[in-house]
């Protein structure tokens, strides 16, 4: 699968684009289906990365459950048009799986204004629940992947000040100030948000009473140093085995490179207590 001319100047002038989702909505339930199956009572003293609410961490204070890289998540991430775009995107044969992850916005919760990255990178993502304004969507600013995002972040401080916000607002209960030129992206299960990891973003509160169920994931070029685990070490031998070659490759198994030390401490508390396999 490849944008179209069209769609790649969409992408690069918006800092997003929304296209149908390239894998058959099977696999999408598979997903539903696994959660449902992994679910527990609402997650708070382990939450620490609040980016879960009934799947609980594998650790207390990660940021990853169970399901984040198991089968039903590694068939979307690493499906092979997925792959074909990513390629494409990072104009890269060689690129790799860098990590993906589920997001559970939960019920009276927000994510603030914000960048993910001043590295300029690809990030793909699944709102497998469907996502609406109520339910707590992505806020983007089209054309905000460009240049400094410092006059966005004085523009939110003002407002917040105008507005009486404190200066670190809490993310339960309040929805970050609207921006002028803001798009909200309501999205159904059946479609993918592929966006710059430089593009400035919050969501809406969840005013729902079900988490907002998103999973998003990223690749890199062969050249970028920012690997973040050894995939063979996390991934079981049964998992490992229903992959085909090319999802293999993908993930580098079996291939020295060097690890981002960005995530040496995060690394040191996971190996031998974070793992994904088959469910």
């Known amino acids: 699968m490849h944008l179209t001319p069209e769609q790649l100047k969409t992408y690069y002038q918006n800092g997003y684009i929304i296209i149908p989702c390239p894998f058959s909505s099977g696999l999408t339930q598979a997903c539903l289906n696994a959660v449902e199956k992994a679910a527990d009572d609402p997650v708070s003293e382990e939450d620490g990365k609040k980016n879960h609410h009934r799947l609980r961490p594998q650790i207390p204070d990660s940021y990853w459950c169970a399901l984040d890289h198991s089968l039903p998540f590694l068939n979307i991430e690493l499906h092979p048009k997925i792959i074909e775009l990513a390629r494409q995107l990072e104009n890269d044969p060689d690129i790799y799986f860098r990590n993906g992850g589920i997001n559970e916005l939960a019920p009276n919760r927000s994510f603030l204004w914000h960048r993910d990255s001043e590295l ?47 200066e670190n607002p809490s993310t339960d209960g309040y929805a970050d100030v609207e921006l002028p030129g803001e798009i909200a992206l309501e999205v159904e299960p059946d479609h ?54 090319e999802q293999r490759e993908v993930l580098w198994l079996h ?22 396999s088959v469910v």
Request: hydrophobic residues 35%; neutral net charge; aromatic residues 10%.
């Open 120 to 166: 300029d990178y690809v990030e793909y993502m699944h709102y497998f629940s469907g996502a609406t304004r109520k339910n707590g969507c992505l806020r983007v600013i089209p054309g905000s992947q460009v240049g400094s995002a410092d006059p966005l972040k004085a523009h939110v401080e003002a407002l917040r000040r105008q507005q009486g916000v404190p």
């Open 192 to 245: 993918l948000i592929v966006r710059s990891s430089r593009i400035f973003h919050a969501t809406h509160l969840n005013a729902s009473s079900e988490s907002r169920l998103m999973h998003h994931w990223l690749f890199r070029d062969h050249t970028a140093p920012n690997h973040r685990f050894t995939f063979e070490k996390y991934l079981t031998p049964e998992l490992i085995d229903q992959l085909t070659q």
């Open 255 to 276: 291939r020295d490179f060097d690890l981002d030390p960005k995530y040496e401490k995060e690394r040191e508390r996971e190996l031998g207590n974070v793992q994904w």
